[in-house]
DNA sequence: CTATATTTGCGTAAATTGTACGCATAATAT
DNA sequence: ATATTATGCGTACAATTTACGCAAATATAG
């Protein structure tokens, strides 16, 4: 049995700053669909995993360093690649905010972020997986802590707030949302204080991994 | 480039039956692990979808039809098949209790439903696929109405409540688990009653699907 | 035929959790 | 000094969850 099915990997990594989560995307230099915008992906090479394959990618064409990575969904429709049947499994990923700087390195592709609300037209079925990996974002950090990895190890609660708040698309009443964020003890407050702008300097809080699995190995869920 | 990677499709697929859960499997043929239990699956032809094929090694092997499918996870690890690099697609799949018995037919191969606490040795990795659909499926009857899935169209409370309690093994009070269940207005009450040995007889149900989408769309969500 | 056991169906009180919002505090800007 | 802004803490009320009592409708035992 001749076997003609191609196997690749696309990444959908998000990003957090300002208020804003964007979304890491590269520029096609060859065909099909030349110049246009894409997610970060490719082959998958004999001798790797599906996640050494994404990291090898987005090394390769964006230099972003990811801070999260969970797989997201596998795509196998017949006709969504013209080059053959090409079947692809995307993850999607979150990168801190220090990951956030694009450098224009070696032989780093054009790669750019882009606001999650303003997406050029994309390559492929990229729209679709796009819009999946946005969803099960904003489902799942309603029941596992990941909105911290958007976020420096250290930051204010507002920060973690504008998170939830953007994400969801909603307003959340802050003392509400910090009562019970505090109530699932799995944030410390540090002796640290930062000062932005005007108004009374904010605590800095930081996720303690170590206790989460703890609280989740003893079936204490966390739920937002 | 020569493309050197096969890709397969697995099936962990649930039925229910008298208080018991149960998943397929299928004694393997052929090497490798011969003669062992595995998964239901086989490789993905080039003209035909993830789903088709899941639906046709299922039809060739098990004779069984599939009343609720879903992807699960893409299993990629290097060493998972001795015969070379072989990434499966796993999908996990509900039956409802007619589908349950299995026809020796044509040339199904030698499929047998077991108890899930009670499964033999599996091959390749299928016992960490068949671990995940587990917890897949205890994990989705609490925020996706698919507990339905495993019963018969019209079904008593008792039955429901059953499913519950034996994939969450839990008890759950039987009065307020109803309430519950009622309140999310997806179930319609029948006028038919059935009687099962003694005690008072039950009213049937049946879950409303088209309520169901109904209320999704307008934001409400299941979640017991 | 009567008493008992069993399963379903309905309701209510208490405990827990969620929501709305008032107000003090500590900084900057005017 | 005073206004403005963002953080931090608390409290009353609403909604939901949990625990559990008891009646109704059947089968079974004596």
Chains 1, 2 share one sequence.
Not at 41 to 52: I, K, P
Request: a neutral charge; charged letters at 30%; zero cysteines.
């Amino acid at each position: 049995m001749e076997n003609t099915i191609q196997l690749t990997v696309d990444a959908v990594v998000f990003g957090y700053e300002a208020g804003n989560i964007s979304v890491l995307l590269v520029k096609r230099k060859y065909e099909p669909y030349q110049n246009a915008w894409a997610l970060p992906g490719g082959f998958v090479l004999e001798n790797e995993n599906l996640e050494q394959a994404i990291e090898r990618e987005l090394s390769e064409e964006t230099g972003v360093k990811i801070n999260y990575l969970e797989q997201l969904y596998t795509f196998g429709d017949l006709a969504r690649d013209p080059r053959g049947r090409v079947v692809s499994v995307a993850y999607f990923g979150l990168v801190k905010p220090n990951a956030f700087q694009l450098q224009a390195s070696t032989d780093a592709e054009l790669a750019e972020w882009f606001h999650i609300d303003t997406l050029p037209k994309l390559a492929f079925d990229h729209k679709k997986i796009f819009k999946m990996a946005l969803e099960r974002l904003q489902a799942k950090i309603t029941y596992e802590p990941i909105g911290f990895e958007l976020l420096d190890k250290k930051f204010p609660f507002s920060d973690l707030e504008k998170v939830y708040t953007t994400l969801l698309r909603r307003e959340i009443d802050r003392r509400n949302f910090k009562k019970k964020m505090m109530s699932l003890k799995v944030l410390d407050e540090l002796d640290e204080k930062i000062s932005i702008g005007r108004g009374r300097p904010a605590s800095l809080f930081s996720f303690n991994q170590q206790r989460y699995f703890q609280l989740k190995k003893e079936g204490i869920i966390f739920e937002i």
